[in-house]
């Protein structure tokens, strides 16, 4: 090497939500793990870091040994350097610090057990920084961590500057810090081998310290084979290959571990972060009106020129943000957190792995968000999250039981709720007058019924042009990045965008089409009861837990006439696939779940669910007519704008002649 050379610090992230499918699994490991491995094994000058969140690593080591055998092999020969993380990718900064440190400490351990390798280095989940994370990544052995170069940007620093580590310093602990390249990462992979070895060959030069300089990538590894294109790309066209010859021929270009720079070096100074994320997620936290405004005001300063010398005055928002912009995933948080206390406080004896397990996948980020992968919009991912919450608070409630009935503002949004459970059925009754339950959990099931998205606008749909078809962005020189794609999973239409109005709860009811207002009458262990005045009638509503069936019932008096309606929406895991079915008298089959049906007379109805394993019946005391229909949402990934079926929404509407009327849901198993 020469004097004028530059120290690659290349990383890898891998990463597969908690509850992801598995085929979804395979599929990335052929398309991307598998082959990325297997071209890197082949050049072990070519030094790299690599990350595996905890869930994915365990599904390779089980189903792929091999391949496993390969990475440790390289992790021996000491090409690759292990980083760590919390084990489900939790994003640190939102969970307790308790956890914080049981997560990376658990991961930390696997790494050693698993590769025969503690790190020093971590991972954090979506460049979320926070300064409140370094005591706990401190406190479990970890010398640096690796954020974007933006986030230093932010704090003052030019892009000059970011070619080393800083330091930074929280509660007397100190942590290092690297900045990622942005340029980087839009480079790799999808600019051609050799324009990518020349830039970074041409960064020694434009250094503005006499040092050694580093060249600092880390980034998603499922960009090397998931994103549309890049398996062709990088594999079959070669790309990655190409790349590593070029760096691995260069004079100017040494591929180093991060552990060995940071050995050997020394740091460019002390800095304080501001709590931020990469760029894009800044814009995906804020709400559509805002980030509509944000987006004009990002296209006004390219426009004019001055963007890229200014960006860090045009900040956005920050991950938090997604608890204040979609209620579904603050009451996930809130619930999460209310467990994790729970968990804290009981005598260590009894704390077990099980349920420390359940804790931390409950904990995992990829459903709490969205952005430009479904996240938050993929109901499998929710189910999840919610299975880990149940599970937990059945084995919680095993060691320290709760009320049968309590009252709290579980996700400080100022309007109470009201717990009603039995230890089979928990009904979460939202006390906003509108008497709906906001969770019905099964536990035996481990499923949340109430688990589905309301519809409202997203930035994004102003990109939706109805008669648009794939638009891929890119020169013939390389290719499109996901972030510059336009593509149509479905085809979308105007009614497909409208938003609701209110959450999407069970047992929402109106009065010949106005909503009802319900004051909060009385409760006891296994029942609440709730009472509605209009000037005409009277209106008395009562859920009921008995055994394994949720009893709703309602009580008329006056002299109105008209119809009463109530609406619930019903998370069934199959969606619209083939696994769920609706079934009439216990025999008949009447369609599945993506299906619209409008039934006159109906005193019982079925729902079949193979993926839940699962049957919730419906049983009216008195005939109804049943109108049932997909509740579906719009959303972007990676592969394009999609609609995705969140519930079913059942329909109930009978005659105020009627005077009583009891309907009955019971769960069942098998």
């Known amino acids: 090497m020469t004097s004028q050379s530059i120290s ?73 350097e292990l980083f760590g993380a919390g084990e489900t990718e939790p994003v640190l900064a939102v969970i307790p610090n308790r956890d914080r440190i049981g997560q990376i400490e658990t991961f930390s351990k696997k790494l050693e057990k698993r590769l025969g390798r503690r790190p020093q280095g971590a991972w954090l989940t979506e460049r979320v920084w926070e300064s409140t994370v370094v005591p706990a990544l401190v406190d479990c052995g970890i010398r640096y961590a690796i954020v974007d170069d933006y986030h230093f940007i932010c704090a003052g620093k030019t892009k000059a500057e970011l070619n080393g580590f800083f330091t930074t310093e929280e509660d007397a602990r100190t942590l290092d810090l690297f900045p990622i390249s942005e340029m980087l990462r839009y480079k790799l992979p999808f600019s051609p081998a050799h324009e990518a070895v020349t830039y970074i060959e041409s960064l020694v030069e434009n250094s503005a310290i006499n040092k050694s300089v580093a060249a600092i990538y880390f980034d998603d590894i ?21 790349f590593i010859q070029g760096v691995l021929a260069s004079s100017k270009i040494l591929p180093r571990h991060y552990r060995d720079y940071h050995a050997s070096e020394k740091t460019c100074g002390v800095i304080y972060l501001p709590t931020t994320s990469y760029i894009e997620m800044n814009e995906w936290t804020l709400p559509a009106e805002t980030a509509n405004a944000y987006a004009d005001l990002v296209y006004q300063a390219k426009s004019a020129g001055w963007y890229e010398h200014n960006k860090s005055f045009l900040r956005g928002g920050i991950w938090k943000n997604f608890f204040s912009r979609y209620p579904e995933s603050n009451w996930m948080h809130k619930r999460m957190l209310c467990l994790s206390a729970r968990f804290a406080a009981l005598p260590e004896m009894q704390r077990s792995d099980v349920m420390r397990q359940k804790l931390y996948a409950s904990q995992a980020n990829d459903a709490y968000w969205h952005g430009l992968f479904g996240g938050l919009y993929l109901p499998h991912l929710r189910r999840a999250i919610y299975n880990n919450i149940i599970e937990l608070e059945a084995l919680l409630d095993a060691c320290a039981p709760r009320p049968a009935f309590f009252i709290e503002d579980t996700d400080l949004d100022g309007v109470e709720e009201a717990y009603l459970h039995n230890g089979i059925l928990q009904a979460v009754v939202k006390l906003d007058g509108g008497a709906s339950i906001c969770e019905f959990d099964a536990y035996l099931l481990k499923h949340n019924f109430g688990d589905t998205l309301h519809r409202q606008i997203e930035h994004y749909y102003c990109g939706i042009r109805l008669d648009a078809h794939d638009i891929p962005r890119h020169s013939d020189a390389g290719i499109a990045s996901a972030h510059d794609r336009t593509n149509f999973k479905h085809h979308i239409t105007p009614s497909d965008l409208e938003v609701d109005n ?169």
């Open 8 to 80: 690659l610090l290349f990383g890898v992230h891998a990463h597969q939500p908690v509850g992801n499918f598995a085929e979804v699994l395979v599929d990335a490991h052929l398309r991307c793990y598998k082959p990325f491995l297997q071209v890197l094994y082949r050049y072990p000058d070519f030094k790299f870091a690599l990350h595996f969140s905890g869930w994915l690593l365990d599904f390779l080591f089980e189903h792929y040994p091999d391949d496993m055998d390969l990475l440790r092999d390289m992790v021996i020969r000491g090409q690759v």
């Open 222 to 242: 499922e960009k090397f084979g998931i994103w549309p294109e890049t398996y062709q790309w990088v594999y079959e066209k070669g790309w990655l290959e190409q």
């Open 502 to 670: 209110h959450a999407q709860n069970l047992f929402l009811d109106s009065l010949n089409g106005i909503s009802l207002i319900y004051q909060l009458e009385s409760h006891d262990d296994c029942r609440i009861r709730f009472q509605s005045n209009t000037d005409q009638c009277q209106i008395v509503k009562e859920f009921e837990l008995a055994g394994n069936r949720l009893l709703a019932s309602y009580s008329l008096s006056g002299n109105l006439m008209g119809y009463l309606e109530t609406e619930l929406n019903l998370a069934m895991p199959s969606c619209d696939g083939p696994g769920g079915c609706y079934i009439k008298g216990g025999t008949t089959v009447l369609g599945g779940f993506g299906q619209f049906l409008d039934l006159a007379d109906v005193t019982d109805i079925s729902l079949e669910d193979s993926a839940l394993q699962g049957t919730l019946t419906l049983d009216a005391s008195v005939p109804v007519r049943l109108c049932a229909r997909p509740h579906f949402t719009v959303s972007q990934s990676e592969g394009g704008y999609e609609k995705i079926m969140q519930a079913v929404k059942l329909k109930l509407i009978w005659p105020t002649a009627a005077r009583q009327l009891i309907i009955a849901l019971e769960v069942k198993k098998g």
